[in-house]
């Protein structure tokens, strides 16, 4: 089949990229590098340089093949940016989101499926794990606008018959366990790549946010799913829209506190990561679980690297082969 991958040349794009290349089909990685790689694109991938912001070049690229499917995963994707740029955010994501929509609609694409978020859930005020079905409450205006383009893609449906699954992810983390792909943000804000870093001695001592929530250590608690079980859960959705749209958490379901992640680390990769108090960062739920029982049910979804000290050592094995990631 011929799959069309925006933001390809991202860290979760990437993989799933690669997952669909593995399974034997084309792929097409759509990307505008502004934060993604060149040397992510998975070998084997067509590449368009295309910014999803220029409505007739996205139109253009749409049209060029007939897709069996699009994966868009191309977005800003930082929190606490959002918080401090919040209309950059909310335009930026919901105005390309809405070309690469209309664009699929016009050429008759009838699969789409949407990397969203648990930022979508926001705040505190509710037992984990987090349902399928929980109360949608953005905690941030990038939440917002992953929660904005999943109503553009019920009205895509009602209208335009373009089915869609909207994968709402809770950590994505770790790395191709081939050693191919791995994580490379810049700047870098995730506590998985971080911490390897400090250990490593990459990194001045990883600032710890935060040691007073109410949870078993006092340090947050996170839901990290390993990148190759999020890009397998892909490929299952697209199964899914036959002949209707779906919406999906994806997590493991098991929480680590922030400390427990350091341990991981430490524990992996034989070496002591240097760590110190820092304030809470703004933003932060306390703790965020997933309840991913629908997919699996739905789709057989059974995720192969639940374990954190796998998740790290993938992580771990591609930041030591990549000392400056992908390059400049
Ligand atoms: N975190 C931290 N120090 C850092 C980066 C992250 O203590 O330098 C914490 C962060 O406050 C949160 C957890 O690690 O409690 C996971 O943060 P990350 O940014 O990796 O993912 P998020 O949950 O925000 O999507």
Redesign the pocket.
Known sequence: MNYLVTGGAGFVGSHVAQSLLDAGHDVTVLDNLSTGHRAAVPQGADFLEVDLADADATDKAVGTRRWDGVLHFAALSL?GDSMREPFHYLRQNTLTSLNLIQACARHGTQRFVFSSTAALFGGDDRPPPIADNAQIDPGSPYGESKFFIERALVWADRICGLRSACLRYF?AAGADPGGRLGEDHRPE????P?TIDAALGRRPP?????DDYATRDG??V?DYIHVTDLADAHIRALGQLTDRSVTYNLGNGLGFT?LEVIRAVERVSGRKVPWEPAPR?AG?PAV?VADSSRIRKETGWDPQYQDIDIIVATALRWREAHPDGYGS
């Open positions: 929190v950590n804000t995730h506590l998985i971080l990883l600032k710890l946010f935060g340090t947050c996170r922030n960062r932060d965020l």
